[in-house]
């Protein structure tokens, strides 16, 4: 400011001195007029200059670089620089943020104070069936159109969440969706919703499993119960005594191999992976689970024609009980499930690309398509009433399963209905390898599978 009334009293001074020159005493107050409006002039015109500037956006250096407009103009653009570094900062962090929340599995929809969509990333429109563009400012009451949802959001209440169905028609397991409102703001509300069709299985396997095993448990303790009952109050001749015992020995037999099928299934899910350094022959292996399947048909009393293929020299890396218990059972569930004078086979195969196939055919009843994907699951049976009458827990496809996945082997299965079945694991080439028999040596058969 100093500067400033410096100029203007030596711009008066100029002026008066030329007026005095040009025309004495009315010289002077001609000159300080004159000066006066010249010194106004050219400081409009420099502050005019600066407004200019700031129409045009103040990006370009500052017009002047002097004086109090010019240090103005630098004070403006230093201000408008900072605004802008943190508008940018702030635009920044918001797309970090909306990318982070596109990124979450879980839906994310903001609603105004009416309930219209300003915003969903691209999950709620997966979840729901949503445009994230179209349905912009729609109320999400006209695309949710679930019953469950829409009293949910008539009764105000948002402290508990709501399950309804997804939108998604092509999904082999129907979609289940936990939805809940959460208010903030001035009216405004966020919706969220989580896929919870995983969770919603499992608690349905749970409690299939648990209901499930007590019927398995509850049936052959209701027999033993009614022969116990019987032989305690009724005297009976030594040939039913015996034939009851029988029964009783069957249905214990039965559940303590229930029993064991579940601590393996416990004992496979709890333990560490098997590793590489345990190497089996596989002809020890396909002559352990021969021996089984004979026993089992003559205890079945079925005449069926077993081939089992001789294979030497290959050897599988794993836990030898697990790959025993795996290949055993199915070798078992065909004997079951084949008819007398039916056909299996079990054998062994190296694939091109170094891999190895444990395979059984068999020429039983076959199985529907709409079966095969369930087989695996514990319990899971096409027909109940032939797997009781066969001895089977339902628990036998289960744990080859999980034999599999530990080992990074592959469980296939191909059937055909009224032809036959084919069961096969397909192990890594990493597993296999390939040894040279020496004279007199004899493979040591595999630990027993367990039942």
């Given at each position: ?10 711009a008066l ?6 007026g005095?020159?040009?025309?004495r005493?009315?010289?002077v107050?001609?000159?300080v007029?004159?000066?006066s ?5 050219l ?13 045009a956006g ?5 017009p002047?670089?002097?004086?109090l407009?010019?240090?103005l103009g630098?004070?403006?653009r ?6 802008e570094?943190r ?9 970090d ?5 596109q990124?979450s ?7 105004d104070?009416?309930?219209r ?6 999950t709620?429109a997966d979840?729901?069936g ?7 400012q729609?109320?999400v ?5 679930d ?5 949910y ?7 508990r969440?709501?399950?309804i ?6 999904a082999?397991?129907?979609r ?8 903030y ?10 896929d919870?069709?995983?969770?919603d ?9 648990v209901?499930?095993v007590?019927?398995e448990?509850r049936t052959p ?14 005297p009976?001749?030594?040939s039913?005594?015996a034939?009851y015992l ?6 214990s ?11 393996t299934?416990?004992?496979?899910e709890?333990?560490p992976?098997?590793?590489t ?6 002809g ?15 205890g ?12 030497e ?6 836990a030898a009980p ?6 055993s ?5 065909a004997?079951r ?5 039916g ?5 062994w195969r ?11 055919d068999?020429t039983?009843?076959g199985?529907?398509?709409?079966h ?9 049976r096409?027909d109940?009433?032939r797997s ?5 827990t339902g628990l036998?496809l289960?744990?080859v ?19 036959g079945?084919?069961f096969?694991?397909v192990?890594a080439?990493?597993?296999l390898?390939t ?10 058969p ?5 039942p």
């Amino acid at each position: 400011m100093l500067w400033r009334a410096c100029t203007f009293l030596l711009a008066l001074l100029v002026a008066a001195l030329a007026g005095w020159w040009l025309g004495r005493e009315l010289g002077v107050g001609l000159g300080v007029v004159g000066g006066s409006l010249a010194w106004f002039l050219l400081d409009a015109s420099r502050g005019a200059r600066v407004l200019r500037w700031l129409r045009a956006g103040a990006v370009a250096q500052p017009p002047l670089a002097s004086g109090l407009w010019g240090e103005l103009g630098e004070r403006i653009r230093r201000a408008l620089r900072t605004r802008e570094q943190r508008a940018d900062d702030a635009e920044r962090r918001l797309t970090d943020f909306l990318a982070a929340i596109q990124a979450s599995p879980n839906g994310v929809v903001l609603l105004d104070e009416e309930g219209r969509i300003e915003w969903s990333n691209g999950t709620a429109a997966d979840h729901f069936g949503l445009d994230a563009e179209r349905d912009l400012q729609q109320l999400v009451g006209n695309l949710v159109r679930d019953p469950a949802f829409a009293g949910y959001m008539a009764q105000g209440d948002f402290s508990r969440d709501v399950v309804i169905p997804g939108r998604d028609p092509a999904a082999a397991v129907p979609r289940r969706l936990s939805v809940q409102l959460h208010p903030y703001g001035s009216g405004r509300k966020l919706l969220l919703s989580r896929d919870v069709t995983a969770i919603d299985q499992a608690d349905t396997m749970r409690r299939d499993f648990v209901a499930n095993v007590s019927h398995e448990i509850r049936t052959p303790l209701t027999v033993l119960a009614g022969f116990i009952e019987t032989m305690q109050q009724l005297p009976l001749e030594e040939s039913d005594r015996a034939r009851y015992l029988a029964m009783m020995a069957q249905q214990s037999q039965r559940m303590q191999t229930l029993v064991s099928d579940l601590l393996t299934l416990s004992r496979l899910e709890g333990s560490p992976l098997p590793g590489t350094g345990e190497w089996t022959p596989v002809g020890a292996l396909l002559a352990q689970c021969e021996q089984e399947a004979r026993a089992l048909a003559v205890g079945l009393g079925k005449q069926q024609d077993l081939v089992v293929d001789a294979v030497e020299g290959r050897e599988l890396a794993g836990a030898a009980p697990e790959l025993l218990s795996a290949m055993s059972n199915l070798v078992t569930n065909a004997v079951r499930y084949t008819p007398a004078n039916g056909h299996i086979r079990v054998r062994w195969r190296d694939l091109a690309d170094g891999r190895g196939e444990f395979a059984v055919d068999d020429t039983g009843p076959g199985i529907a398509r709409e079966h095969l994907p369930r087989l695996t699951e514990r319990f899971y049976r096409v027909d109940r009433s032939r797997s009781r009458e066969t001895g089977g827990t339902g628990l036998g496809l289960a744990i080859v399963k999980h034999v599999a996945q530990r080992h990074g082997a592959e469980l296939r299965i191909h059937s055909t209905p009224g032809t036959g079945s084919t069961f096969s694991i397909v192990f890594a080439a990493a597993r296999l390898r390939t040894v040279s028999a020496q004279a007199g040596d004899v493979p040591a058969p595999p630990a027993t599978a367990t039942p």
